[in-house]
């Protein structure tokens, strides 16, 4: 069952008896409501939060470490920000607890780390 308020219960009551496909198919009208609900939230992405600042800011750091790499004259600059987006996207592949991204940037992360020390070391 969703939750919500009174006010937004009685507009997504009007939304759904103008017709909706969860009630078209057989749906009481408080399960449609509730399965309306649930559809629009699904839409919204949350924004301004740590995870969005943390991916879009990971997003523009790899991107400016693949513009670098175009030169090829800037190697240690693009393997420090490519590390750098690298691990701001393992940061929020663990905040979403999402497999894929820990182990593909934990593994990006780790050989590029690795590049970036034997860059220091040169």
């Avoid at 309306?36 to 991916?55: E, Q, S």
């Avoid at 400016?64 to 420090?80: P, V």
Wanted: proline share 0%.
């Amino acid at each position: 069952m969703v939750f919500t308020s009174g006010h937004n219960y009685k507009m997504m009551e009007r939304k759904i008896t103008k017709g909706n496909v969860f009630k078209d198919i057989g749906f009481t009208d408080e399960e449609a409501i509730a399965l309306a609900m649930r559809v629009d939230l699904d839409k919204k992405h949350n924004t301004h939060t740590l995870d969005w600042y943390i991916k879009w800011l990971a997003s523009f750091i790899l991107i400016l470490g693949m513009i670098l790499r175009t030169t090829q004259e800037h190697m240690f600059i693009d393997i420090t920000l490519s590390m750098l987006g690298a691990t701001g996207w393992l940061i929020v592949g663990i905040m979403w607890k999402d497999r894929a991204l820990i182990m593909l940037n934990g593994i990006a992360a780790t050989i590029l780390f690795y590049g970036f020390v034997v860059g220091l070391i040169q």
